[in-house]
């Protein structure tokens, strides 16, 4: 059974940074990205990053690339979400999740990230 555990969110004024964690675990090879997910109220889900857990490549939403950057740590099941340069737009309820880009099938319970001045 996959688990995802998310921690880091936060309020920040717009323009600074914030790192989110998430440990994962039960991630076998039918997963073979581990992601990030953004909700905003009204809203559909966006999937804002992912990593192939195999070669480690990346993707990103346009609406983040340049700004995001997604890493792994496999030895500690960590794989974390460096935000940079946050405007109010990227606020919302971040996701961790497990799957295919595009395709996530578990998400972990979300940690909040508001941007405001």
């Known amino acids: 059974q996959v688990h995802l555990m998310e921690s880091g969110g936060g309020s920040v004024e717009p323009g600074n940074s914030l790192t989110l964690s998430c440990v994962y675990s039960g991630v076998t090879d039918a997963y073979n990205t581990l992601g990030w997910v953004r909700q905003v109220p009204g809203k559909e889900r966006e999937d804002v990053a992912g990593i192939y857990t195999g070669s480690e490549y990346q993707y990103y939403a346009d609406s983040v690339k340049d700004r995001f950057t997604i890493s792994l740590d496999k030895a500690y099941r960590t794989v974390y979400l460096q935000m940079n340069s946050l405007t109010p737009m990227d606020s919302g309820m971040y996701f961790c999740?497990?799957?295919?880009?595009?395709?996530?099938?578990?998400w972990g319970q979300g940690t909040q990230v508001t941007v405001s001045p």
């Open positions: 999740a497990a799957g295919a880009w595009g395709k996530f099938t578990s």
